[in-house]
């Protein structure tokens, strides 16, 4: 299937709202512009195709072919000024660089003075909102007016100015190393994966360790406590510390709930950061703050004062429904949660353009892992087929190498089983490609590729012997890691008790309920 041509000029205009697009019309006005202009009439006609179309836009003969990229250049940055210009997106930040480019005006005119002045404003004004970067620009902007120009009658003033930018250089330099080990741990993470043994752990604590830099608590800001607990968080993901995980997520969390000035500011990381603590206490299986911790953020995401705009739209919906699975599959509770999954199918349609194809993919591994809770084995089947035949798309391998997995159950729990001596062969050639498979999945496969040499009447004594082999793996920190991604002990005992997989779950859901009450 040829995929459909994405134009970012025609992906910008799609993404428009009604208001957006009025108000581009009315900013083009404004202009004085003639309203047959090219660069508008090339807006009308995008806006109304379904699918970018260059040849029906050569048709209109508004353009000829040499000149319609300067025209979609044109057009493209006509929008974007418009967008800055509306309400909706007039952001602390924008508002501090709009100060800043009013003071350079200034300042070449000449008045010297009203520029310090809008200065020393939008210097507290950053200062306030954590946005010492450009703080530290503005300071480094003063410096240069009060060098060169005798504005004020202070005789402190370059003292005062020169311990302002040493502190907040120190501030900058602290974060900038701190979001750069928070982005390495990150880039490692999604490179290798998590932990699998001894040796693989020593060398991530080292790699840690050697890029923290020192310093001291009481003196950090919520930025430089942002970047320190991301930090810790991808390093306690990679070392399967989940309970490290769920400590540094709520120091997160809570961080943003003391100062709710900062979840206008930076919504995207009060997102990412309410994700990663779902996620820590989905691997704890600590359920009912799992509940009331996805119940908040849902709640404070339809609050009026939290920012609204597409990216913040899209990252709520893949944060909040990827965890309503996860809800699900803690409960066990899959035939529940099948009418989500036409809700999930119908959004992503909606968010194609601001969710990337691997995120889309996790939200298939998810759906087929419920169809497959719920007994459908050939919907779970069908979803499978769309990340395994996916060869555009470098995913983490271990989402890979599990769809694999559950793919060979599902064909044998469907009773599809003329193709399964293929399908081992195939799935086995995969795994072993693999640089470090989990001995989860060698035992597994292992079983796989006998089940053709066993008798109907042997196979229930066969999963026994390979249940009581995976139970050792149980609480092994390294490997236990497989069974999160696919519970291969509960469908195990659901085929030696002869129950179905989704009342297994249930039944040990419950049993860890009445054991912590």
Excluded at 10 to 18: M, N, Q, R
Excluded at 33 to 60: C, G, M, P, Q, W
Excluded at 447 to 464: K, N, S
Aim: charged content about 30%.
């Amino acid at each position: 299937m040829t995929k459909e041509q994405k134009d970012n000029l025609f992906v910008l205009v799609k993404s428009l709202s009604k208001s957006e697009k009025r108000q581009f019309k009315l900013y083009v006005g404004r202009l004085g512009v003639n309203e047959d202009s090219k660069f508008l009439s090339l807006f009308n006609i995008l806006d109304k195709l379904n699918t970018y179309d260059e040849a029906a836009i050569l048709k209109k003969g508004i353009v000829k072919k040499g000149q319609l990229s300067n025209l979609k250049a044109h057009l493209y940055k006509q929008i974007l000024i418009s967008l800055r210009l509306n309400p909706s997106h007039q952001t602390i930040r924008i508002q501090i660089r709009e100060q800043l480019d009013f003071a350079t005006i200034l300042y070449h005119k000449g008045l010297y003075k009203q520029s310090l002045k809008i200065l020393d404003k939008a210097k507290n004004l950053a200062i306030s909102n954590e946005e010492k970067n450009v703080a530290y620009e503005i300071v480094e902007f003063e410096k240069i007016i009060e060098s060169q120009y005798i504005t004020r009658s202070l005789s402190n003033r370059a003292d005062e100015l020169s311990i302002q930018a040493k502190e907040l250089s120190q501030h900058n330099v602290l974060a900038s190393k701190l979001s750069n080990l928070s982005l390495q741990l990150y880039g490692l993470f999604l490179k290798t994966g998590y932990v699998k043994n001894d040796k693989e752990s020593q060398r991530v604590i080292k790699y840690f360790n050697a890029r923290l830099p020192k310093y001291d608590i009481h003196t950090l800001g919520f930025r430089e406590k942002l970047w320190l607990y991301k930090a810790y968080l991808w390093y306690s993901f990679l070392t399967l510390d989940f309970l490290s995980c769920y400590k540094y997520a709520s120091k997160l969390v809570d961080l943003f709930f003391e100062n709710r000035e900062m979840i206008i500011l930076n919504p995207v990381f009060f997102l990412r950061g309410n994700h990663y603590l779902l996620e820590a206490l989905f691997y704890l299986r600590h359920y009912e703050k799992f509940k009331e911790s996805l119940e908040r953020l849902e709640c404070v995401t339809k609050e009026k004062w939290f920012p609204f705009d597409d990216n913040i739209d899209g990252l709520s919906f893949l944060f909040i429904y990827n965890n309503k699975f996860n809800l699900h599959f803690i409960e066990g509770s899959f035939k529940e949660g099948v009418p989500l999954i036409d809700e999930v199918l119908e959004r992503l349609k909606n968010y194609s353009d601001r969710i990337d194809e691997h995120h889309i993919m996790v939200f298939y591994y998810k759906i087929a892992s419920m169809y497959f809770g719920a007994g459908d084995n050939r919907k779970c089947i069908c979803f499978l087929e769309k990340i395994i035949s996916n060869k555009s798309l470098q995913m983490r391998e271990d989402l890979l190498c599990f769809s694999r997995i559950l793919n060979l159950v599902a064909h044998y729990e469907a009773g599809m089983d003329y193709n399964l001596d293929v399908l081992i062969r195939s799935t086995y050639k995969f795994l072993i490609k693999m640089e470090d498979l989990y001995e989860v999945q060698k035992e597994f496969i292992k079983f796989l590729r006998g089940l053709g040499d066993i008798y109907p009447h042997e196979v229930r004594d066969e999963f026994i012997k390979l249940h009581k082999k995976l139970k050792e793996f149980e609480n092994d920190p390294y490997q236990s890691r497989a069974f999160l991604y696919l519970d291969i002990i509960s469908w195990l005992e659901s085929k030696i008790q002869n129950q179905p997989i989704d009342l297994i779950i249930q039944n040990k859901f419950k049993k860890r309920q009445l054991n912590k009450h």
